[in-house]
Nanobody, 123 residues
Framework: QVHLVESGGRSVQAGGSLRLSCSAFGYTFLQKCTGWFRQAPGKEREGVARIYVGLNEFSSTFYADSVKGRFTISHDNANDMVYLEMNSLRPEDTAMYFC?????????????WGQGTQVTVSS
């Protein structure tokens, strides 16, 4: 059974930085696509970043326009975890952030989801 766990969310002031982590149990991120998504109150869940983790530390990433240049998605080969480094945070980045795994690469469709971690950015 696949179980995803997100962590790292908290309250931060605008302009600050956070790093979110996604760990998986019963699953590996290798040779699969994984994404970070967010859902703000009253809004639909949206994809913000996704990564394909290949062999020999190869990876390919894609970002939503709203976070491009500020967020970085990465994979830790040693621990098989996926991270989302978020810089220059804005109040509009406030949302519950989810890790989505076993994605259809090139899309925002995921088969497995974590419970989410809350990010709150104050102005």
């Amino acid at each position: 059974q696949v179980h995803l766990v997100e962590s790292g969310g908290r309250s931060v002031q605008a302009g600050g930085s956070l790093r979110l982590s996604c760990s998986a149990f019963g699953y590996t991120f290798l040779q699969k696509c994984t994404g970070w998504f967010r859902q703000a109150p009253g809004k639909e869940r949206e994809g913000v970043a996704r990564i394909y983790v290949g062999l020999n530390e190869f990876s390919s990433t894609f970002y939503a326009d709203s976070v491009k240049g500020r967020f970085t998605i990465s994979h830790d080969n040693a621990n098989d975890m996926v991270y989302l480094e978020m810089n220059s945070l804005r109040p509009e980045d406030t949302a519950m952030y989810f890790c989505g795994a076993d994605m259809e690469c090139g899309t925002w469709d995921a088969s497995y989801w974590g419970q989410g971690t809350q990010v709150t950015v104050s102005s």
